[in-house]
């Protein structure tokens, strides 16, 4: 038979020097693209032979083959697909058969990455170019179904590429790879190796539906065996939930976590109409170690049409829900689409919006039947879930539904926001709440003295994420959010006139020492006032009601912000002997530099009472010491 030279289209001979030149990251990707196209080629035998039962095409047996040769070094993906005839070698290969191709290629060449350039590649299907990455020349040998002859196309990925009609070609396509020389730095593998092989068909392509054979080396002495099947070609995503055990399920989440645990629930999705997909999530039963860590790895595996893509997709599922794993298999994506353009892209918008909801009404479920694995999810990533107060306002209400807090009103019951506002006292129209680094130092601090005096249920928040998440929800169903430990406060409903009246008279009393130890404290707080909310202790500290508190200033510095630091409000009790005593001194000594001690003693020990740290603990002690050596 002739063979004919012809030369690259200008446009696919600058991708093929792209695609030489390592354009994408991970060459194993090679195989993949490959093994994607002969399952395609089978799905469109499958198809036109249901069309036309006429066509001469042999479907008894459809699947792909791959042949190693460690000798020649090369590696053959072969299908008994619908083949391609001689001008559609031609066109397909020879040139870049879509419009825009001067585009793509501009784009092509300006992406800033290789995860860019990858999903350039896929929008554009050209996927096949890759295999020159792995290989020095690459031959392909089809015969169409329902033909007689074949088409035998050469190239090694410069210039030219030649064509010849041959008589003895098989049905379908084969994709033979003259492969170059390992080199593991840049990620170009031993590909005649067959554990190699079996790995990446294990990872890329394992719920393929048609069976992906290979023939094991034979051992000294044995006779040749018979052909394995690589890939397990269970879609569990796409095969009903009467089909599916949950022991199958739960052996696919242990795969896909790595976690030897069962998980706590299993999801399913499927949306059928103009954008269709399959998902299969879990819920873990432990939260991972690394959960909280910059370098954690999130996203649900991609799909497309049973085709691995990418192994953590973070667009599909927002921050928040990190700790959810499983399978979203697409069918109107393309092959190797990046990262970025996954951010943009529409319909993965979609899908995360409803994958996020139901996985939220999933949890609400969850909630509502089994009190026990709720305290489990709750336990294990109620502090992931919160950070989606802050960050997703379009499912804010959701999330509050499912989340749940420690309160004064049980020691070991949690409440939720809802039953708070039923519980609350008449004439109660704040939610009160107080945060700190454990239970046991918030529920003992000075702020909460008036409130357990008078029985007004305050939530106990110890997460870092409850500094700001109160302060990006606000209220709920009509109710403020206030903390205990922000500006005035006051809890004197039932006589709030005498109440009025009695403060007014003592702050005219006090007014004189309040303004001198304002100006003894000028360097860490802005004023000193009587307090509403102590009933036991001698002062606290306060911040105003639109400060950042001490935590979350401490929160953005560990970020790299700069904060300024916030002066705070030092508040005294006028019914603590202490203060009486301060107050008693101060009217009558006029020589006060051991009582501008004192108040410096009062303004520590304020500090101290709410887990801070004294500005100078050296000095703290030595005045603490020297007053205790007196008393003796």
Not at 168 to 175: E, F, I, K, L, R
Not at 189 to 199: G, L, V
Request: charged share 30%; hydrophobic share 35%.
């Amino acid at each position: 038979m002739t063979t004919e030279t012809f030369e690259f289209q200008v446009e696919a001979r600058q991708l093929l020097q792209l695609m030489i030149h390592s354009v994408y990251s991970n060459k194993d990707v090679f195989l993949r693209e490959l093994v994607s196209n002969a399952s395609d080629a089978l799905d469109k035998l499958r198809l036109e032979k249901l069309r036309d039962d006429s066509l001469d095409a042999d479907v008894s047996d459809l699947h792909i083959e791959l042949d190693v040769d460690k000798e020649a070094r090369t590696l053959t993906v072969r299908d008994n697909g619908i083949g391609m005839s001689y001008d559609e070698v031609g066109q397909l290969i020879g040139t870049i058969a879509n419009s825009g191709t001067a585009t793509f290629l501009k784009e092509l060449k300006e992406a800033k990455d290789a995860g860019g350039a990858e999903g350039l590649i896929g929008q554009f299907g050209v996927g096949f170019y890759s295999g020159f990455m792995a290989a020095d020349e690459v031959t392909l040998v089809t015969r169409r179904a329902g033909e007689s002859q074949g088409t035998r196309w050469t190239s090694r990925g410069e210039a030219t590429y030649t064509l010849e009609r041959v008589d003895d070609a098989p049905q379908g396509t084969s994709v033979t790879l003259h492969l170059k020389p390992a080199d593991p730095e840049n990620q170009l593998h031993d590909y005649t190796s067959e554990w190699t092989i079996r790995e990446i068909v294990k990872r890329y392509s394992d719920f393929i539906t048609w069976p992906i054979r290979m023939v094991p080396e034979a051992k000294d002495g044995e006779d040749a065996p018979e052909p394995e099947t690589l890939n397990s070609m269970k879609a569990l995503w796409a095969r009903s939930r009467d089909e599916v055990s949950d022991d199958e399920y739960h052996e696919l989440y242990k795969h896909i976590s790595h976690d030897w645990r069962e998980p706590l629930e299993t999801i399913r999705l499927q949306a059928e109409g103009t954008f269709e997909y399959q998902a299969l999530l879990f819920v873990p039963s432990h939260a991972p170690h690394d959960l909280f860590t910059r370098d954690f790895k999130r996203g649900v595996q991609l799909y497309v049409k049973r085709v691995f893509i990418m192994d953590d997709c973070e667009a599909l599922l927002p921050p928040y829900l990190r700790f959810v794993k499983g399978v979203v298999d697409a069918q109107d994506l393309s092959l190797n689409v990046s990262r970025e353009i996954l951010q943009q892209d529409r319909h993965i918008r979609m899908m995360q919006r409803r994958l996020t909801k139901k996985v939220l009404s999933t949890v609400k479920e969850i909630k509502a039947k089994d009190g026990e694995r709720y305290a489990t999810f709750w336990r294990e990533f109620g502090t992931a879930l919160k950070e989606g107060l802050v960050t997703d306002s379009e499912n804010r209400d959701a999330i509050l539904a499912v989340s749940s807090f420690a309160s004064t009103h049980s020691d070991d019951e949690p409440t939720t926001l809802a039953q708070y506002v039923e519980r609350m006292k008449d004439g109660q129209d704040d939610i009160w709440f107080i945060t700190g680094e454990s239970r046991q130092s918030i529920e003992n601090s000075p702020h909460m003295e008036a409130f357990r005096d008078k029985g007004i249920e305050v939530l106990l928040l110890t997460d870092a994420v409850d500094e700001v998440w109160v302060d990006a929800v606000g209220e709920y169903e009509g109710k403020k959010l206030r903390s205990v430990a922000k500006g005035e406060i006051d809890l004197d409903a039932e006589d709030e006139e005498k109440a009025g009246e009695e403060r007014e008279k003592q702050a005219e009393e006090y007014a004189g020492l309040l303004g001198w130890m304002r100006e003894q404290l000028d360097e860490d707080i802005k004023e000193v006032r009587l307090s509403t909310r102590l009933t036991v202790s001698p002062a606290c500290i306060v911040s105003d009601a639109h400060d950042l508190t001490p935590a979350l200033e401490n929160m953005y510095r560990a970020m790299g912000q700069e904060v300024p630091r916030t002066k705070r409000i030092l508040e005294l009790n006028p019914g603590h002997p202490l203060v009486k005593g301060l107050h008693q001194a101060y009217q009558g000594s006029e020589d006060r530099a051991e009582l501008a001690e004192s108040a410096e003693l009062l303004h520590t020990l304020a500090v101290l009472a709410e887990g801070g740290q004294p500005k100078d603990p050296a000095r703290f002690v030595r005045l603490v010491a020297d007053r205790l050596e007196r008393t003796l």
